[in-house]
């Protein structure tokens, strides 16, 4: 069997239409805490209820960047998830993306599952960042370069979307660190949505056309870096990523999780090796999906995104629950 095959039979449709099961349970699970001012609450809610979901599915499957080291920590990277009878499979995932956003029931907060080949996900030191700059499919491959300024990176993207400058939506996580990078962008005339939290949607909307969004720019959470490149792959857009190395203390982190050239470029290729399915589901209204609605009756609604790197699939699903009849909601 070619590797080809090999990758397509681990990551078949009905695995992928199960994934998107765990993103609805994590999701649904801290809408209940959206707004409520309790970051704690909600992160811990998605957590559990993401963990029972995928221990329900039919996987031998391992967390390669999770939610923390600590081993008392559910989700944390290294846990083994599944029923244990079925492929061997790589994970990475966020059971809250954007805590913050959740318990101010602001926009953005998502939940997030990506799964691949065992050995095919890039492992990245535990609350590490990265430099980060991604396009969708449209821009060829080898326009964007993180050594290029972002002056010149807006140029050559315009350039291979036969637009100007002023046509181009960057998106930008809100942090006083983009504070000079802001400012160039509005300086070169772009336009700049700013985002509060939510670095996987940020770089997410830059692959989906419909979002309005040409360009993400700027720095965030590195295990965040490989879940949007897991998206990003199935919507075949591009992405380059660098670690951020602040100290000689993350020089060694980088090293221990296998890294040994921190100054490094990764693409999208090299940071996800096999083919992956990504699943999200919106916790609160964003860029990339609707958020989920909880309504009487103790029913709900998600909206999620599913996507196949293998078949190129991405789809939209609404879906209506019965919260009383869930396995894996408290």
């Given amino acids: 069997m070619s590797d080809h095959t090999m990758s397509s039979a681990i990551l078949d449709r009905n695995l992928a239409l199960e994934v998107v099961r765990v993103t609805e349970a994590s999701a649904l699970a801290s809408a209940r805490h959206a707004g409520r001012g309790d970051e704690k609450s909600a992160d811990e809610a998605a957590c ?10 039919a996987m031998d499957g391992v967390i390669v960047n999770g939610e923390g080291d600590d081993v008392e920590q ?32 602001a926009h953005n907060a998502l939940s997030v599952v990506a799964m691949t080949e065992e050995g095919s996900f890039l492992k ?40 100007s400058i002023a046509e181009l939506t960057v998106s930008v996580l809100d942090r006083p660190r983009h504070g000079d990078l802001i400012e160039r962008l509005y300086a070169a005339g772009a336009r700049v949505m700013l985002f509060d939290d939510g670095d996987v949607s940020g770089a997410l909307a830059a692959g989906l056309p419909e979002s309005g969004v040409d360009v993400y720019m700027g720095s965030g959470g590195a295990a965040q870096g490989v879940l949007a490149a897991a998206g990003l792959k199935c919507l075949g857009g591009r992405m ?19 890294i040994d050239d921190p100054k490094r470029k990764w693409d999208i290729d090299e940071m996800v090796k096999g083919e992956v399915m990504f699943a999200a589901t919106g916790i609160t209204d964003g860029h990339v999906l609707k958020g989920a609605r909880l309504l009487p009756g103790n029913r709900a609604t998600s909206h999620s995104l599913v996507m196949r790197s293998v078949t190129g699939t991405t789809r939209y699903m609404t879906a209506h629950h019965d919260l009383t009849r869930s396995p894996v909601l408290p």
């Fill in 240 to 258: 380059q990523c660098r670690l951020l190395i602040r100290s000689e203390q993350e020089h060694q982190a980088a090293r221990l999780a296998g």
């Fill in 124 to 163: 990245v030191p535990q609350h590490s960042y990265m430099e980060k700059i991604a396009v969708g499919a449209e821009v060829p491959a080898g326009v964007i370069d993180l050594d290029a300024s972002a002056e010149e990176n807006l140029a050559r993207i315009a350039a291979a979307k036969g637009c």
């Fill in 48 to 57: 559990g209820a993401m963990r029972s979901a995928l221990n329900r599915l």
């Fill in 74 to 105: 559910p989700l944390h990277t290294g846990e083994k998830v599944g029923n244990g009878n079925g492929p061997k499979v790589d994970i990475v995932l966020t059971a809250l993306e954007g805590r913050s956003i959740c318990a101010r029931g």
